[in-house]
């Protein structure tokens, strides 16, 4: 959507590969979320960000996946150590402008552990 | 632990007749009810929500749902289908009046509109 980019659109990547997606939305949104699309899991709800609060990470599948934003803006989600169960399309989403329960979703990336 | 069933993978339906889309919720709490739906090669697009309210809500495209607290259902309708509407539709909750705005999302039913 217009109000939030992603990149890149696609990657492909070997296995034991680190990976770094990026989501970057229009200014003034204080929150941001990533979820992940795959096959197997459906639409799942990834971390978090609320302003300078602790992120909430509870949706984060293990401690190879990590993410930051930094000065508000830009976030990076890093993959380390890619398997094959990491391969979905990820997807960032900042609350819809004036109404925090409604999220407005970026393109996406599309990882394909190979 | 919350979470949000759609319990048909897929729903074929005419063009021109009406389409049920069925979703079903188990969270504590008031929970907020949202459709999206994900055209082939596009991103997820907001449907419509329910707050608080009226229990029939509308929104894009001609798509309407019902909450129903007592069977714990928002079913996303249409009165009469198009081609056009074949996507993939997603229901998600949120606990957003705990402070918490994340979605569950169902696992997504696809919607198959014939001519």
């Known amino acids: ?114 | 632990a919350q979470s949000v069933a759609q319990p048909e993978d897929q729903v074929n339906v005419a063009e021109g007749n009406p389409l049920t889309v069925k979703c079903t919720y188990s969270v504590s709490g008031n929970p907020y009810l949202f459709w999206y739906v994900q055209y082939p090669n596009r991103g997820l697009q907001f449907l419509l929500k329910y707050i608080t309210g009226d229990n029939l809500v509308k929104g894009s495209y001609g798509f309407e749902a019902e909450f129903n607290k007592s069977q714990t259902s928002f079913h996303l309708k249409k009165p009469s289908a198009l081609v056009s509407d074949s996507a993939l539709y997603f229901c998600a909750v949120s606990l957003g009046n705990s402070g918490t705005y994340k979605y569950i999302f169902g696992t997504g039913t696809r919607l198959k509109v014939l001519a």
């Open chain 1, 1 to 114: 959507g217009a109000g939030v980019s992603q990149s890149p659109s696609n990657k492909v990547t070997e296995k034991g590969k680190d990976v770094e997606l990026r989501c970057d939305p229009i200014s003034g949104h204080t929150a941001l979320y990533w979820y992940r699309q795959s096959l197997g899991q459906g639409l799942e709800f990834l971390i978090y960000f609320q302003g300078n609060s602790a992120p909430d990470k509870s949706g984060l599948p293990s401690d190879r996946f990590s993410a930051e934003r930094t000065g508000g803006s830009v976030s990076t989600l890093t993959i380390q150590r890619t398997q094959q169960e990491d391969s979905a399309v990820y997807l960032c989403a900042i609350p819809r402008t004036g109404d925090y329960n409604e999220q407005f979703f970026g393109p996406g990336t599309r990882l394909t552990v190979l």
